[in-house]
């Protein structure tokens, strides 16, 4: 069985990657601290492609493999589980 990534899952993760270490690394304490959830972070992670990942493209999605998603969910929480 082959466990290597797909050249896509790779390009999702890092994307995500970097999408954390800009828009949500420099601000995820301030908003533990205040217990602040700031809606406009969901409106730039659409932006950034990253939303809607699991989903069948027939219903508006990215049509992302499970592979794919998890990737990308386990970069965005190690900087921002919430």
Sequence with gaps: MDFRLSEHEQQVAQAARDFAATHLAPFARERDEQG??????????????????ALPEAFGGRGWSKVAFALAMEELGAVDSS
């Design 36 to 53: 602040r959830f700031d809606r406009h972070v969901v409106s730039e992670l659409g932006q950034a492609g990253l939303l809607g990942g």
